[in-house]
Structure formats: C-alpha cells, structure tokens
C-alpha cells in the first residue's frame, strides 16, 4: 500500500496531527472534533493546512 503521512494543522484549535494522505475515512482532530480529512477515493481532501509530509511511501512500481 503506497501512500503518505501528513502533518495537518486544525483550523479551528491549531491542534496539529498526523494524518493518511489517503484515508478512507473523515478523519477529525482529536482535540476539537473538526474534519481535518475527508474521503475522495483516493488523496484526502485536507481542510487544515497540511504543515509536512512526515512519512512518503513509494508507489509499487517505483519499487520494482
């Protein structure tokens, strides 16, 4: 599974967390409860500002 981790800042609380780029989920911040992330089928939309990428996975055809 190729995908990245984000570091995403609340917009509301500026809570930051880490968060899936590809998340299948709404993903909510865990001090407040506001959507930082929400489903597309593929990359997340992100409704903080994402601060970093902290971790990139490579895609599998990159690997071979």
């Known amino acids: 599974m190729a ?3 984000y570091r995403v800042e609340c917009p ?3 809570n930051e967390q880490i968060v899936f ?5 709404e993903v909510a911040c865990a001090v ?3 959507t ?5 089928g593929g990359e997340a ?4 500002e994402v601060l970093e990428v902290v971790e990139s996975r490579p895609e599998a055809a ?3």
């Open 3 to 5: 995908g990245s981790f």
């Open 12 to 14: 509301d609380c500026e």
């Open 21 to 25: 780029g590809k998340a299948s989920s």
């Open 32 to 34: 407040c409860g506001t």
């Open 36 to 40: 930082l992330a929400r489903p597309t």
């Open 45 to 48: 939309d992100f409704e903080g």
């Open 62 to 64: 990159e690997i071979q």
